[in-house]
């Protein structure tokens, strides 16, 4: 169960920013981190891309420096005034990562950061059957997220971590075969990478 420091990360973007350039600094700090999922893909001006789940726009950021064709993604209207502020270069739209309003076969990548763990399983599992429908044939979906670390030391502070700032969810996600998951559903997976003693992965997959 999280605790109320999660609600204050999510009230204020400076506490969660906080937050985020602390935990990114197992893997080389937050600029590193956020373009971990973008590593050997071939992004031009005119791709079409996803930020799913773009929260505030902390990844966005580094998509518009890739393409002028970007769109963030977002349930939350506070998170995506947020993301109009600090990125206005992308386009924003509030909806569902399980119901997104748009065409089959729209983009040509699809992005999330850690945000698959906030999902139920089902829901999981329905928010990638829309990022297979959304992806162009041959598109990419890539993710960073949790991961159960193989390395023992690095347990006492993932588990902290997701103890202060998480739920069940982020801890069913730790159980979870994400590029298996992925292949179920019809991905084939280019590329599954482990950072952070394995409590950090990263997976490219092709429709």
């Not at 600090?86 to 909806?95: D, G, I, K």
């Not at 990562?97 to 992005?111: G, S, Y």
């Not at 700032?165 to 801890?171: K, L, N």
């Not at 019809?186 to 409590?199: E, M, R, V």
Request: proline share 4%; net charge negative.
């Amino acid at each position: 169960m999280a605790t109320i420091l999660r609600d204050w990360s999510y009230r204020y973007q400076w506490l969660y920013d906080g937050v985020s350039r602390l935990a990114a600094i197992s893997v080389g700090g937050e600029q590193r981190f956020r373009q971990l999922a973008l590593q050997g893909l071939t992004i031009h001006s005119d791709t079409k891309v996803l930020d799913l789940c773009c929260g505030s726009g902390q990844t966005t950021q580094f998509l518009v420096k890739m393409s002028q064709n970007v769109t963030g993604l977002d349930a939350s209207p506070l998170s995506l005034l947020r993301a109009k502020q600090n990125v206005p270069q992308a386009e924003y739209v509030e909806a569902f990562a399980e119901e997104m309003p748009f065409a089959d076969h729209e983009f040509d990548l699809v992005h999330t950061s850690v945000a698959l763990h906030e999902m139920q399983p089902e829901q999981l599992r329905e928010i990638i059957r829309e990022v297979y429908r959304v992806l162009k044939p041959g598109g990419v979906f890539t993710v960073v997220d949790f991961h159960n670390p193989h390395n023992p030391l690095f347990l006492p502070s993932v588990w902290l971590f997701l103890w202060l700032f998480e739920t069940e969810t982020a801890w069913q996600l730790l159980k979870t075969d994400l590029p298996g998951l992925l292949m179920e559903m019809g991905f084939s997976i280019d590329k599954q990478c482990l950072y952070a003693g394995g409590s950090l992965q990263v997976v490219q997959a092709r429709k």
